[in-house]
């Protein structure tokens, strides 16, 4: 793992922008995991920035995120797909063809999440998976738990992350207790992961992800065993290192 500490959540958002840049510039075909949450709104505008000065071209990117709200219609505000065309996808020449992200509103839960592990297969793997972090240590949406779990599934969402995420929604009551997340082994077989962590909340999960045992209780500890993460984290996120 190589962590990097930028001084504040500009910096941060700057440098894990310029490595997907770099990754776009090396294979403009390139296939990215994408993620959403706070986090990785800063990257989206940098990468935003960047495409209108002519530095990088979605045009034969491929993309794939990690999670959707189960049961959220995509025109809902709060939805995963909605916050990747606000954030990223209405500002770029990403293909509408090219973008995938989980549908939470399908009628088949298994046949959506088998379908969706064999579209990032078909399109070759992930080159470059982006991670934000749960306080509780998630992935995706990955929740602590006693195993691992392999596939793109259906996940019942902890309390705490209900809780965390509320703060989006009107009421807590508001807040799907239900998602659709890549699993486990979706992100470790990407090729590179980009993991970003910001501000004091995060530190206790930075720290169990680096330095704790590898296991499923908290879920980020698997990427100790991916041959090429970076870890890019502001200083508040780094203080228990
Ligand atoms: C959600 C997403 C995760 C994200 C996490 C942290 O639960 N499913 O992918 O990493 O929130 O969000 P934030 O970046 O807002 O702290």
Redesign the pocket.
Known sequence: MRIIVANDYDEMSRKAAHLIASQMILNPESVLGL??????IGTYKELIKLYKDGVIDFSKIKSFN??EYFELPKDNPQSYDYFMKANLFNHVNIGEEDINIPNGMCENIERECNDYEKKIIEAGGIDLQL?????NS????NEPGEHFETNTHLVQLDED?IE??SRFFDSVDDVPTK?I?MGIGSIMKAKKILLLASGAG?ADAIYDTVNGPITPKVPASILQLHPDVVIIVDKEAASRL
């Open positions: 993620a959403t949450g706070s986090t990785p990690l999670d991670l934000g972090i749960g306080r998630h992935i995706g949406f992350t965390a995420n998602a997340s995060k």
